[in-house]
Structures are given as C-alpha cells and as structure tokens.
C-alpha cells in the first residue's frame, strides 16, 4: 500500500487485481485496497480468466508463489504492478546457479507498466524500510507517556463488596499477578529471583551491588498510638498507603512487612497480612510457612542451644586431652585445625597452628569453655504459643549422667538470631553477628559466643537463604518484601535492613517505600530510629501514625477491650468525652516522633461504628499537637482510594525538612541510654534497677559491651510497665528487672515488668476457626 501511495495515484475508483489468497497477503491486499476505495478482484492459479482480469486491472498485486506467472502482454498499459513473489530459476551465469524471480516477467512487464517492483530489490526493502518505520513511531509513542524511572505496572482492579467479606474470602477471590512478572515490573532481573512457585519468590543480594550508584527513594516508616490487644490496623494502613500510592497516585512505591509468627496466627491475633481491602496475597501463604525462614531460624537457634549443653556435658566427662582429640581429630595420621578454631586460638593469644605445637596450658585453655550454667541466656525455640513451655528441666535421661537443669523455651521470633537476620546488611555482616553471639559467660566471667562453640559457619549455612529477602504483593498488584519478624515488645520489631535497602534502590529517588515498626511508637518506632536506623545508615523521611477512636475512646476511660468478647456499648455509640480524653495518649506519641526530628502525618483508621463527629475530633487533636497532617482512612473498605488524601498528605511530608536525629549516644552509660528512653518516651519519672539488673549492667559493661544501643522489652499496651494504665500516665517509676545482651543484633534489652519471651493459648484460639477443603485444597476460615 505504501508503494502504491508512493506512485501519487489514486487509488479510489480505481480497478484493482489481487492474485493470491494467502492470509499473508493476498487477503490483508483485498480488504486494504477496498477500504481505500477500489473495486477489488480476487484471483489464484486456478482463475481461468487470469489474463482477462488482469488485463483489467488499474492496479495489480502478485502474490501466487509461481515464477514469472504473469505475463507481461496480459497487463493494462500504465498499470501499477506490485510483485510480491519469491522464487529461484536455474541461472548458469550464477554461482549457486540459480536466481532469483518474482511473479510477474520483468522484463517485459516494465514495458507497459507505468510503475513496477523489481525481484529482488522492491518489496523486500520497503518491508524494512516500513518496520524500521514502525519501530520508531512504537518508540515516540512509548517516549510520550515515558517518565524516567517510572516502573511499567499492571495493578489490579477491585472489586469492592459491602458488607466487606472476610479477609480471607477477598484474598481468594484475587487472582495473584504471576510473581515473575512482578519482578520483571519493578527492574528486577531473573538471575535475581528465585521463585517458590506462582506467587512468592526470594530475591538475590547481588541487585544491592548493581543498583549501588542508585539514589535511594523516599522512606516512610508506619506506627501508632499505644494499642488495644484488637491491634489498631497498622499492616492494613501501610497496604493501603502504597496501594494508593502505586495503583491510583501511580508512584514507585514498596512496602516492605514482618514475616508473622505462627504463634499468634494460631494463638489469639490471627494473622498479619492486612485486612479488609489492603491484603498481602495470598494471605494463607504470607501467614504460614512463606519460604520457610522462620524454621530455618528455629533450627540454627536450636542448634546454639544443643552444641552449649553438649558442650558443657563433654567437658564435665572427659579430659583435656581426650577432649583435644575428639576436637582435632588425626585425620590419615594429620592434625590440622579448622578455620574457626584458629579464631578461637587467635582470641585466646595463642599465635599457633599446629595442632601439635600447644603446651598443655594451651591445650586446656582451648578445650575447656568452662561454661557457668547459671549464666546461660541461649534458650531453646519454638514458633507456636506453648505456655507449659516457659520453664522446664532439661537433661533428665539417663544418657546425661545427672546433668540436669532449668530452662525454657522462647518463641522463635525473639532469638537472637532473628535480630541478626533483621538487622544484618548482607552475608558476611550477618556471619560475623552471629559468631559475636554470646551464650553465656564462662565460671571467671568470660564472654562465650557462638563462634567459641564452633557453630558459627554451620549458622550460616542453615541461613543462607532466609537472609535473601521475600517477594510478593497486595491486592492492587504493588511489591512487597516480607523479611524477618521479630516482635516489638520483646525485640526490636522491625522487618529486615536488607529488604529496606534494595527497596529504596529499586524504586528510585521519587519513589516512596514504606515500612511498618511493630506497636505503639514508643516501642517500635523508638526501636527503628535508634537501632535499625543507627545500624543500616538510613534516614525516614515521614512517620505515619495510625489512631483509631476505639483505641483513644480506651485510653480515656472506657471499659477494658478484649479479643473474642463483643465492644461493649461506650465503643459502639458516639461519646466525644471519652475520645477527647483518650487524645492524651495520641498527643503523647506524637512527641515521641517528633523528638526524632521527623514530620508526622496521622491516619485515621475509621472503623464502621466510628461517626463523623469522633473522627472529626481525633483530625483536629493530631494537627492541634503538631501533626504536619492528620486525615480519615476508609482503606479497609475501599482499598488504595480509601487512602488517597493520606498519600497525598505522605507525598508532601516527604518534601517538608526532615532533621532526623538520635535520642541518645551511645557512648553514655548503660543507665543513663534506660533512663532517657523511660524519661522522654514513656513519660516516666525515673528507673528502678533491682539487684539482678544491677549485676547485668556491671558484668555487661566490664565485658565490653556498655556502648551497645538500648531495646526495651516492655509491654505494648502502656506507656509505662503496667498494660492498665492507659492514656500518657506520668510520674510513674519504671522497673528493671534484669538485663541481657544480645550482642550479634547489637543492643542490650533491659526486661521491664514481668514480660514473657513464650505467649500462651487462650481459652478459644484462632485454630478454632482454621480448616482445610480436602476436595480443592483451600484454606478455609479466618485468619
């Protein structure tokens, strides 16, 4: 059609001639010269007037496959002949003796023809020619919607139901977008996704090195007032923020969450996803074994635990020498000590490494821990809420020799080594943590770690693939990393460093990524500013805060709240007084953030029994306490729209100045970072170290380890020690009842009231409600 455009004649009106049928082109010629107004004739090798209709014809397009068909006595004088054949003749004059021939017989065709295509050198150029065209015009168009840096996303289109169904109704009722093309969306390369099936894959630490000079994006950390044991919709608002970030406002954005323990999944919370119409998906995959981190996290830790009674069992039982042979066994007649024995040598003075060459006081020195029982902080773990667990006797086979004595164990998500995992910014930072774990101090007050064990590398290898983070995504299609779950109350409750990092390099210096600190901001948020921003190097740009009127209606007086037992009426009916009150607490813990130099903006979460009037109060309180923005959410019901004014209100935050800083430095005694934390985040008057506390910061400091940061074990459902005083009590004297170190993370957690590192079951748990369809293989019931 080009070529016969390039003629200048007209082709409407004009009798036209095509010989050949093919869907190549014979047809597509048909149908193009109709549309352009000519009267059309179709023809084949079989026509039994072909040299009639040609005859006829104003324009004549070959197709038939069949050297040299047409004649060029058959063609009208002045004809347009277009010969789109390809066929090879003998030729002896050529070297492959053949050439090429089109259709039509050139030579003398081109003498009644007014314009015709040579063969070769006439449709075969312009084809070029017209793809080359085309390749550039696809490029202007893609160039004309193109901003730099911008990801190509599908999002995904709800479909909102009222009333809003279950969670995990909504979830199934998603079809998740194949997880390869969400990595593929978002820049990720596939020798950097490893996938575990359709709809979660792990992603390698090597696209931190290849994005290394991309300016990192905007960093938002989500938090909240001080809770109900109901949660106050933290995971759902963070879903909702980079929904309506992603899908509606179209920003680079990811959110990066904490893997959740099955012992609340199974236990009294449920799970973690979200909720309503701000899910990770698929919940039921996100909620339980996900890739399996948390096991391989329940295995290294009780791997420490085995190797320390084994440790001190072997020592109690055999001789120094006895004990050096079994350690540095002759292998063929040699000796040789492994990698981390020359460590633990190098740590000892002893500049050897010939096994043979240690004096006996070298060898006693090297095979004897000497471990004090007494001092044993490593304990055992397991993710599933066990109470019966929390103080047992270990040791009481036979087998042991009489070797017994107390223990417990602690649910997973508080090891040290899922610290480690969260904290860590790659392999070998986290390899090096855990070998600085220490497990207890020997009987003359020694430090012994993990790396004296000899456990160190084994550690390593059994976390090899937890530490790459998780990918998956929300309803509305946008990325999320899921890596690490350490609890607030009892660690530091927050999600992985790593994930954060290669988030904010992938989304790129506008995009925004959002992450969740678990609890109230006096325990998560405060853990995120002074140990994972002390650690990782980053810097937030926004804090969001989500209040709800349930919570502040709570905090003001009204009755207790409990899981599984109906809101009694003061929660349900509209009472102004309460939740004026209840601002006390709202009020509180935004000075907490704003102590941290950071502008905040509060969401907030409205449930369906909240009125207009309630939440109208709580927008005015935050802005009056010196909130940059406080705005109403309807995400849970709406998704990503029901959060657009707060990521409006997020978006401009991020442009206001932001003069992060630390609460406290380091450097300061042990006492003092406690009492700066109970002081000017909880409100109190001042610390009370009872004697066992006292011992720990004397040994802790002389040990080495005084300069570590602070993370408080407290209870989440005040700011002080006591989960009944509600609202912003003050003048209260915070207790600490003991101190340990977890020195691979990197802090020290003073145990404030008589928290438990082992939750418990309650009367009805969630399971109750957990089933499985035998026929499809669903997950039935609410998470």
């Known amino acids: 059609m080009e070529l016969i455009r390039q003629t200048g004649v007209q082709v409407a009106g004009k009798r036209a001639v095509v010989i050949g049928r093919s869907k190549i082109v014979g047809a597509p010629m048909h149908d193009l010269l109709l549309w352009n107004n000519a009267t059309v004739t179709t023809c084949h090798s079989k026509t039994s007037t072909l040299a009639e209709e040609v005859g006829k014809a104003d324009i004549l397009v070959v197709a038939a496959g069949r050297a040299e068909m047409v004649k060029g006595e058959w063609i009208k004088p002045g004809a347009i002949v277009i010969d789109c054949g390809i066929n090879h003749v003998p030729d002896s004059t050529k070297a492959s003796g053949k050439r090429v021939v089109g259709d039509v017989a050139y030579s003398s065709a081109k003498e009644k023809a007014s314009f015709i295509t040579p063969v070769p050198g006439g449709v075969g150029p312009m084809t070029v020619a017209m793809l080359m065209q085309s390749t550039v015009e696809s490029a202007q168009r893609f160039l004309e919607k193109f901003q730099p840096g911008k990801w190509t996303i599908q999002y995904n289109q709800l479909t909102l139901k009222m009333p809003v169904p279950s969670d995990i109704e909504i979830s199934q009722s998603c079809i998740p977008k194949p997880i390869d093309q969400v990595a593929k969306?978002?820049?990720?390369?596939?020798?950097?996704?490893?996938?575990?099936?359709?709809?979660?894959?792990?992603?390698?630490?090597?696209?931190?090195?290849?994005?290394?000079?991309?300016?990192?994006?905007?960093?938002?950390?989500?938090?909240?007032?001080?809770?109900?044991?109901?949660g106050e919709g933290k995971s759902t608002t963070t879903v909702g923020l980079v929904q309506a970030l992603g899908a509606h406002l179209r920003q680079n954005v990811f959110a990066c969450v904490r893997q959740p323990s099955q012992g609340p999944t199974?236990?009294?919370?449920?799970?973690?996803?979200?909720?309503?119409?701000?899910?990770?998906?698929?919940?039921?995959?996100?909620?339980?074994?996900?890739?399996?981190?948390?096991?391989?996290?329940?295995?290294?830790?009780?791997?420490?635990?085995?190797?320390?009674?084994?440790?001190?069992?072997?020592?109690?039982?055999?001789?120094?020498?006895?004990?050096?042979?079994?350690l540095v066994p002759s292998v063929n007649g040699v000796r040789k000590f492994s990698d981390i024995q020359i460590r633990r040598l190098q740590k000892l003075g002893i500049n050897k490494t010939d096994p043979m060459a240690l004096t006996k006081e070298e060898v006693n020195a090297f095979v004897r821990l000497d471990i004090d029982p007494g001092t044993i902080t490593w304990q055992r773990v397991l993710d599933t809420n066990d109470r019966f667990l929390r103080k047992i006797t270990i040791g009481q086979s036979v087998t042991e020799k009489g070797f017994t004595r107390t223990a417990q164990f602690d649910i997973t998500v508080s090891s040290e080594i899922m610290a480690v995992l969260a904290?860590?910014?790659?392999?070998?930072?986290?390899?090096?943590?855990?070998?600085?774990?220490?497990?207890?101090?020997?009987?003359?007050?020694?430090?012994?770690?993990?790396?004296?064990?000899?456990?160190?590398?084994?550690?390593?290898?059994?976390?090899?693939?937890?530490?790459?983070?998780?990918?998956?995504?929300?309803?509305?299609?946008?990325?999320?990393?899921?890596?690490?779950?350490?609890?607030?109350?009892?660690a530091h409750g927050n999600s992985s460093v790593l994930a954060d990092k290669i988030a904010l390099k992938l989304v790129g210096k506008d995009g925004f990524v959002v992450t969740e600190a678990g609890f109230g901001a006096d325990i998560g948020m405060e853990k995120f500013f002074n140990i994972k921003c002390r650690y990782s190097g980053l810097r937030p740009h926004v804090v969001v805060l989500v209040a709800t009127v349930r919570a502040l209606k709570m905090h003001g007086g009204g009755p207790a709240v409990t899981a599984g037992v109906p809101l009694p009426k003061e929660y349900t009916e509209?009472?102004?007084?309460?939740?004026?009150?209840?601002?006390?607490?709202?009020?509180?813990?935004?000075?907490?953030?704003?102590?941290?130099?950071?502008?905040?903006?509060?969401?907030?979460?409205?449930?369906?029994?909240?009125?207009?009037?309630?939440?109208?109060?709580?927008?005015?309180?935050?802005?009056?306490?010196?909130?940059?923005?406080?705005?109403?959410?309807?995400?849970?019901?709406?998704?990503?729209?029901?959060?657009?004014?707060?990521?409006?209100?997020?978006?401009?935050?991020?442009?206001?100045?932001?003069?992060?800083?630390?609460?406290?430095?380091?450097?300061?005694?042990?006492?003092?970072?406690?009492?700066?934390?109970?002081?000017?985040?909880?409100?109190?008057?001042?610390?009370?170290?009872?004697?066992?506390?006292?011992?720990?910061?004397?040994?802790?400091?002389?040990q080495g380890f005084g300069n570590l940061p602070i993370c408080m074990a407290k209870t989440h459902l005040s700011l002080s020690h006591d989960p009944e005083q509600k609202g912003a009590p003050t003048g209260f004297v915070l207790p600490i009842r003991d101190i340990r170190a977890s020195v691979g993370a990197g802090f020290l957690y003073p145990l404030v009231g008589t928290m438990s590192t082992m939750p418990g079951l309650p009367t009805r748990p969630c399971f109750y409600d957990i089933d499985l369809d035998p026929v499809s293989g669903a997950v039935n019931g609410l998470f």
Request: charged residues 20%.
């Open 574 to 702: 509209e009472n102004l007084q309460l939740v004026a009150k209840g601002c006390s607490n709202l009020t509180k813990q935004i000075q907490n953030a704003r102590m941290f130099g950071v502008p905040v903006v509060v969401a907030v979460n409205a449930f369906k029994t909240d009125t207009k009037a309630e939440l109208a109060l709580v927008v005015q309180h935050a802005k009056e306490a010196g909130a940059f923005d406080a705005v109403e959410c309807t995400h849970w019901a709406e998704g990503g729209k029901g959060a657009l004014a707060l990521a409006r209100a997020v978006q401009r935050a991020s442009q206001a100045p932001s003069n992060f800083k630390f609460l406290y430095n380091v450097e300061l005694p042990v006492v003092d970072k406690i009492r700066l934390i109970a002081q000017q985040v909880y409100g109190a008057r001042d610390i009370e170290l009872l004697p066992e506390a006292q011992e720990k910061v004397a040994l802790y400091t002389k």
């Open 423 to 490: 904290l860590a910014d790659g392999l070998d930072d986290m390899k090096k943590r855990f070998g600085r774990m220490v497990v207890a101090s020997s009987k003359k007050g020694i430090p012994v770690t993990a790396d004296d064990l000899g456990v160190t590398g084994a550690l390593a290898v059994l976390m090899k693939d937890a530490v790459k983070p998780n990918l998956m995504q929300t309803l509305e299609g946008t990325p999320v990393f899921v890596h690490a779950g350490p609890f607030a109350n009892i």
């Open 185 to 230: 969306e978002v820049g990720l390369f596939p020798d950097e996704v490893e996938l575990y099936g359709q709809t979660k894959a792990k992603i390698q630490l090597s696209v931190l090195k290849r994005l290394q000079n991309q300016p990192d994006g905007k960093y938002v950390v989500v938090t909240g007032i001080t809770p109900t044991p109901l």
């Open 266 to 326: 199974f236990g009294i919370k449920g799970g973690a996803a979200g909720g309503g119409y701000c899910q990770v998906v698929p919940m039921e995959e996100f909620n339980l074994h996900l890739t399996g981190d948390i096991h391989a996290i329940t295995a290294a830790n009780n791997l420490v635990a085995a190797a320390i009674d084994a440790r001190i069992f072997h020592e109690l039982t055999q001789s120094d020498q006895a004990l050096y042979n079994r």
